[in-house]
């Protein structure tokens, strides 16, 4: 007897444990299976133009994203490219590692620049490749908020260049671009064009994105280096210094065409407080004192509409506290400011990244004051901004 209570004990301990065990919460879970970055980057080409049609950029940047994520470097984010080149309609493509698949074509009835194609093309992707975290690539040419067609010595556009839409050639005024992108609240907005980083630009497009990557000169024809910034756009933690810096960089080094290069990363949350502190200088009718040379950014060949923001203000003869309180929201706004030397006969030296137009008062024989305004009183920063000055108050 006390034989097999020993056996019967000696079986209870060994059950005891697994019986704990199997109704026991503490148990660990099967690790989960590591899954792709919630991210997706869609690279809007407008390239039915010379980019595309004579230099081929296009096809020198789809080649690098494809490079790219052959190297397993989207780590499982979504690269999606709406490409409307010179001699295709339309189409929208994701590429993943080793192929680039065709997921939409669209018509040509629709310019690529009209509000609603672009509205089309955000819904779609949106539809196919939804995600926590969105950036977007604006891949044409660009005036920044210039598009008044007085403005003669400047391609007519703010935005984009599509020359083979049902009505000819189409452009995108910064106002329609704000109107597509209006909300969309974006991680980051790349421009990958010339002359975009202006305060006039980045505060229409303040609801568009959290943050605008920009250059406020032109850029050499090859633009954006796809085969560092596409990697570093899929980075698990998203640095958008680094992938200004990495333009910077290139036009630095010896596989850039030319060296010139201006970029700067734009935060467009303090874009309030930076029109709160730039509105309360141009209250006191504060103009440039004579003698004062503006940083200008469009190449010195054709006449300038942007001119360096940081420079202009602070060269205005006000009260230093507001200065002062400018410099704090600037500092704010842009986060980093880069430059090569020189750009198109630009010196960048005093270049701190974003532009802004200066009026300019001009008196006729007969005593007549004017402005020419171009299209500069469409944007919200006029109304907001520069109309609060009474020196520019005169029609």
């Known amino acids: 007897m ?4 020993t056996r019967l004990l000696i079986t209870l301990l060994a059950i005891l ?22 991210r997706t980057v869609l690279v809007y080409m407008v390239a039915d133009n010379n980019l595309g049609s004579y230099y081929h950029v296009d096809d020198n940047n789809i080649a690098q994203m494809e490079a790219a994520a052959l190297a397993g470097k989207l780590n499982g984010g979504n690269l999606v490219v709406y490409h409307d080149g010179a001699t295709a309609a339309p189409e929208l ?3 993943t590692p080793g192929k680039t698949t065709i997921v ?8 690529s620049l009209s509000v609603a194609r672009m509205k089309q093309v955000l819904a779609d ?4 490749f939804p995600a926590s975290q969105r ?18 010595s400047a391609s007519l556009l703010s935005f984009g260049q599509d020359d083979n839409s049902s009505a000819g050639r189409a452009t995108m005024k910064l106002t329609s671009l704000a109107q597509a992108l209006e909300g969309e609240n974006f991680d980051f907005i790349y421009f990958d064009c010339c002359l975009m980083s202006s305060v006039e630009v980045a505060y229409q497009l303040r609801t568009a994105a959290k943050a605008i990557i920009a250059s406020g000169t032109e850029l050499p024809i090859e633009g954006m280096p796809y085969a560092e910034n596409i990697p570093a756009m899929f980075e698990p933690q998203l640095d958008l210094t680094q992938i200004a810096s990495n333009t910077l960089d290139y036009y630095m080094g010896p596989s850039a065409s030319y060296n010139y290069c201006s970029i700067a990363v734009i935060m467009t949350d303090p874009l309030r407080q930076l029109a709160e502190a730039t509105a309360a200088i141009m209250r006191t009718g504060a103009v440039p004192e004579a003698g004062y040379s503006r940083v200008p950014y469009f190449r010195r060949s054709i006449p ?3 001119w360096d923001m940081a420079d202009y203000i602070r060269a205005l003869p006000v009260d230093a506290s507001l200065i002062q309180a400018w410099d704090e929201a600037f500092a704010r706004t842009v986060t980093y400011a880069g430059a090569t030397p020189t750009s198109y006969g630009l010196d960048m030296s005093r270049h701190t990244g974003l532009g802004c137009f200066i009026p300019s008062v001009t008196t006729d024989t007969q005593g007549t004051r004017s402005i020419q305004w171009h299209n500069h009183r ?6 907001d901004v520069t109309s609060l000055n009474p020196s520019y108050q005169i029609d």
């Open 93 to 95: 493509k994701v590429i």
């Open 378 to 383: 469409d944007l919200d920063w006029h109304r």
């Open 104 to 111: 939409k074509a669209y018509s040509e009835d629709e310019s």
């Open 17 to 38: 444990p697994a019986a704990i065990s199997s109704c026991s919460n503490s148990e660990p879970e099967p690790e989960p299976e590591p899954s792709g970055l919630d």
């Open 2 to 5: 006390e034989r097999i209570l």
């Open 135 to 152: 950036g977007l690539v604006l891949w044409s040419h660009g005036t920044g908020w210039l598009d008044d067609s007085s403005s003669r």
């Open 125 to 128: 992707v949106e539809s196919l």
């Open 304 to 306: 300038s509409y942007t």
